[in-house]
């Protein structure tokens, strides 16, 4: 992802240089304007750019889809025995289901993008846990990003 920002209806430095970078290149550059007002957008780029991958890092061979998944069920799992019981906003393609090996419902494990607002800054913060035992710190331009995404009126 390359932030950029249009100033008097050009694209400045951010996209300047990525387009110099890739001179002679084939692909497809997909703009996206995306309203980075919103807290929720600040919250899940700061645990899908900065905390998965320093996570996954130390301690999933680099992988931010398995320290996604394993933090998800460290923290998300809900524990549900029967179809009736799942709340309505997790009946989606996008709920992990876990079952027994018996083949019966043990629990649900929600996308982060089904958690309300307070639900996903509980989860941001949990995760955070793991990244201070495994003794990560962030770097100045980091705690900014996470300033806007915990702290929302630092925006």
Do not use: C
């Not at 008097?8 to 980075?36: C, H, M, P, Y």
């Not at 941001?124 to 100045?140: F, K």
């Amino acid at each position: 992802t390359t932030e950029f920002k249009v100033k008097n209806g050009r694209l400045i430095a951010q996209l300047d240089s990525f387009l110099q970078a890739n001179e002679g290149k084939e692909g497809e550059l997909k703009l996206k304007i995306v309203n980075t007002d919103k807290v929720m957008y600040w919250r899940h780029k700061y645990y899908r750019s900065i905390l998965l991958p320093y996570i996954a890092q130390e301690s999933f061979s680099g992988g931010d889809f398995q320290a996604h998944i394993e933090m998800k069920e460290m923290f998300l799992f809900v524990p549900v025995h029967e179809y009736r019981e799942i709340p309505e906003r997790y009946k989606n393609e996008r709920t992990m289901f876990l079952f027994e090996a018996s083949g019966s419902l043990k629990g649900l494990v929600p996308s982060t993008g089904d958690l309300s607002d307070e639900e996903m800054k509980k989860y941001i913060l949990q995760v955070e846990g793991i990244m201070l035992e495994l003794q990560i710190s962030l770097t100045e331009q980091e705690m900014i990003t996470r300033n806007k995404a915990i702290i929302p009126d630092k925006m």
